[in-house]
Structure formats: structure tokens, C-alpha cells
């Protein structure tokens, strides 16, 4: 069964940036859409950026305008690149795969 592994998360100071990759692990498997959701201590988990068949993409408001989100179907990878990061930021990540496989999620922490 294809699993996706997640790298690029750790501790990072406000204002800062991070680069999140997702990548699956058989070479043949097609990422259609894909998403990063995310969840902080005590919170419920969010959606916070999608990426169509189409390369269309949708981001939550709170991250709108620092976080973008980007795939390369040549070696099965998607990213989030985030900018600006905030204290509120701090989460673990997860990458979320056709509407069906979930990463094993990856913490970024944002120290103010």
C-alpha cells in the first residue's frame, strides 16, 4: 500500500519560512488533488491549503497570502511553502492524498 512521507517541519522563529514536502512511495502512484491540513494542541484539525488536478488552489484566510501550496507530478511530491510564520502557526502537518491517504503528519513550531 503506498504511504506518504512527510519532511521539512522542525522549529522555526516568527517571521520566518518552511518548506513541507509529501512524498509517496511507489514511484507509479498518480497524485490526482491533494491537501495540507493542519492541528494545533486542542484544536480540531483544519484544512489549510488544496491543490486541484487542474493546479488550482485554494487556501484558508488565515493563511492566505503567506502559504503556497505546489506540487511536481514527475516525482510524486506536493509542498507547502510557508512564509511569514506566526506563533498560531504551530501545528503538526499533514499532507492529505486523493481524498484517501494521510501522511503521518510532521510538527512546525513557530517560537515568537
Known amino acids: 500500500q503506498v504511504q506518504f512521507v512527510e519532511s521539512g517541519g522542525g522549529l522555526v522563529q516568527s517571521g520566518g519560512s518552511q518548506r513541507l514536502s509529501c512524498s509517496a512511495s511507489?514511484?507509479?502512484?498518480?497524485?490526482?488533488?491533494s491537501n495540507w491540513y493542519r492541528q494545533a494542541p486542542g484544536k480540531k484539525r483544519e484544512l489549510v491549503a488544496s491543490?486541484?488536478?487542474?493546479?488550482?488552489?485554494t487556501y484558508s484566510d488565515s493563511v492566505k497570502g503567506r502559504f503556497t501550496i505546489s506540487r511536481n507530478n514527475a516525482k510524486n511530491t506536493m509542498f507547502l511553502q510557508m512564509d511569514g510564520l506566526k506563533p498560531d502557526d504551530t501545528a503538526i502537518y499533514y499532507c492529505y492524498i486523493n481524498g484517501q491517504y494521510w501522511g503521518q503528519g510532521i510538527q512546525v513550531t513557530v517560537s515568537s
Open positions: 511507489q514511484s507509479s502512484f498518480t497524485i490526482n488533488y
Open positions: 491543490i486541484g488536478r487542474d493546479n488550482s488552489t
